[in-house]
């Protein structure tokens, strides 16, 4: 197993500033263009982790990426909870006046509509935050900002010219670390589990599942319906559960098998910092 | 009230096909830059209705649409699913091999993704499908192709070169139709009502909730959770109920209300057809 992190974006982007927060400063990131890419790095042993953004508390959950976890065969290691914070880089000693463009992903220059339609700006939308600011640097771009983190800034030496110009200031973004099975060993006291699971068509068969997990004392953090593939409008469920107990989470799991199908347990691990 | 409905996109586009299904071929639609465009002028009275996706049987919840929605303070009135086929289109004659360029908008390009890679094109991300397809015609556009649907097709004069280029057969999407209350009568015999409501943080607090609904015989279509704005990562929940009877609805409603907080019906309407 090889040890370096396998992250969507590249230096300096929230995926690489979270693989630094879970795995220590001196990781080395493996940076991919799609969240497949990563998946893929994982599974054929090429990177010995993958982290990948799962859900944002504006635009919820990230639902291709549970499908891209499933079919990979891949474990939820960890995770991760990251503040986005969106700021307005450029060279140093660029004023305000001078920016006639800015680029970003799309889903940063989203965030940042409020505060960016008060300019008379050319908005560009590029692949990722980071390699907006590391393009600024490397081409010597006068008159062009992007929008991107705090490490970005740091990274290729551009100068924060506003800070937070997201509009909403809870806006954070939950990561999964994903190894092989083989390589994800049982945590030592896991306290959150990830599953997914069908109910039968029945009324009031969620319900039941729910009772039952209740029953063991468990908190239901986060409950998903997912269309299913290949059945539209048929829903399974995606759901995290925290508890003290391991134990807990066997006995949950033993009280819902005859109410479900195909219950799969992604990941036992600990519920992770937010920074 | 006028009589326009205010749709996200341009005339062709998947919205322009979900409105002429709803409310008829010869309806005017009006199109709108953005979904919160759609639901300000529904607000505003200068459309009588707006139409705006909701879900897709691929990517799932559009979650902050349910927010615009929430704040604007309008009704569900209504609902249509569609069949998403993505087409590749090209001035008439044009053979594949002339093609250089793909326009598209960035959902539609990763649809067919697939179909795309197989082929040396420059894949250029634009508003909307339709108007991907307007600008070939507008510009006599040679070595250039849009992917959108046969309406676009149709409307823009440009031929379906290949057919189905979309990977994921099932691919459907889901459009609510929305009004302002007072433009929102009951509908005759509603047999949905979609509903969205927070719980306690006891554990157990949304079995009990599930339990009342299944025991008025009730079928929940659609379960999702939410991260609520101001609280991050405490959820909030959106529900869609099938019923035969409405006065069960009425009597669910009434046994969850001392379980849940907030409780808002968004809309008691008739389930939509598949087109």
New interface residues.
């Given amino acids: 197993m090889t040890s370096s992190v396998a992250i969507q974006g590249f230096a300096g982007s929230f995926h690489d500033v979270a693989a630094r927060h879970y795995f220590g400063p001196a990781t080395a990131t493996a940076p991919c263009a799609t969240f497949g890419e990563v998946v893929r790095r994982v599974a054929d042993g090429t990177a010995g982790h993958g982290l990948m953004a799962i859900?944002?508390?504006?635009?919820?959950?990230i639902?291709?990426n549970y499908t891209l976890l499933r079919n990979a065969g891949l474990r939820v290691a960890g995770e991760v909870?990251l503040h986005i914070r969106q700021h307005l880089l450029v060279l140093p000693g660029q004023p305000l006046a001078a920016i006639r463009e800015v680029h970003s992903h799309?889903m940063a220059l989203l965030q940042c509509a409020d505060f960016l339609g008060q300019h008379p700006w050319r908005l560009v939308?590029t692949e990722d935050t980071a390699l907006s600011a590391r393009r600024i640097r490397e081409g010597q771009l006068t008159g062009v900002a992007a929008v991107a983190g705090a490490r970005a800034a740091e990274l290729y030496d551009l100068e924060i010219l506003t800070p937070d110009i997201h509009a909403?200031p809870?806006n954070?973004t939950r990561f999964l670390v994903l190894a092989r099975p083989a390589d994800t060993p049982e945590a030592a006291r896991p306290d959150k589990a990830s599953l997914c699971f069908h109910t039968a068509h029945a009324?009031?068969s969620?319900?039941r599942v729910?009772?039952c997990?209740?029953?063991q004392?468990?908190?239901?953090?986060?409950?998903?319906?997912?269309?299913q593939?290949?059945s539209?409008?048929h829903?399974s469920?995606h759901a995290d559960l925290e508890f003290d107990d391991p134990a807990r989470l066997d006995a949950a799991l033993r009280a819902i098998e005859p109410l479900t199908e195909n219950v799969q347990v992604l990941g036992r691990y600990r519920r992770g910092a937010t920074h």
Same sequence: chains 1, 2.
């Fill in positions: 859900e944002n508390s504006i635009a919820g959950s639902l291709p909870y799309p939308e909403e809870k954070y009324q009031g969620l319900a729910l009772v997990i209740a029953e004392g468990i908190n239901l953090s986060k409950l998903q319906s997912c269309p593939p290949g539209t409008w829903y469920f």
